[in-house]
């Protein structure tokens, strides 16, 4: 009996370690600080010394507030957060000095709506390229993100619409 319940056990305890292991490559791609969560982040291709944009989305899963309050990359000479706003009837994009993550949300950055600008690139973004970026948030600290160049027209991380 004892050596049935042995035989039986160790494959299951063998399972667990495969599993996790499953479960952590699953997770490595998701970049997380804290109850941060960011998912799909993307940019459009782009020519050097033009400008471009990273999207994605943020969830902060605690229950704390937290804010995006600046990026970094080498891929720009210059990076902003901002946003869109209508004056006068046109679309015209805003520098804000930071993007706020409440407890228990999901913020967008999205194509017409705030997103991380990349000013003077300094080569071009190639669709099926990634770029580097870091995002740098009031209270999680640092994460490091690789946007997924889609096509020129892009409308999401899938690089779906024109």
């Known amino acids: 009996m004892l050596r049935r319940c042995i035989l039986v ?11 996790r292991a499953q479960q952590g490559a699953a997770e490595a791609d998701t970049p997380r600080s804290g109850d ?4 799909a982040p993307w940019t459009r291709a782009a020519g050097a010394n033009g400008n471009g944009a990273g999207f994605m ?4 899963r605690g229950t704390e507030p937290d804010r995006l309050v600046s990026a970094t990359t080498d891929a720009a000479r210059v990076i902003e957060l ?9 679309m015209r994009m805003r520098p804000v000095p930071d993007i706020p993550i409440p407890a228990g949300t999901t913020v967008t950055l999205q194509p017409g709506g705030l997103h991380v600008m990349l000013i003077g690139l300094t080569a ?22 690789m946007l997924d160049v889609q096509a020129a027209g892009a409308r999401g991380a899938g690089g779906h619409g024109r």
């Open 57 to 60: 989305r943020i969830t902060n």
């Open 9 to 19: 056990a160790i494959p299951a305890l063998l399972a667990v370690p495969a599993a």
């Open 36 to 39: 941060l969560v960011i998912e």
């Open 124 to 145: 071009p973004l190639a669709q099926g390229t990634r770029v580097p970026l870091t995002l740098r948030f009031a209270r999680a600290g640092e994460v490091r993100v």
């Open 82 to 90: 901002h946003t869109h706003i209508h004056d006068g009837g046109v």
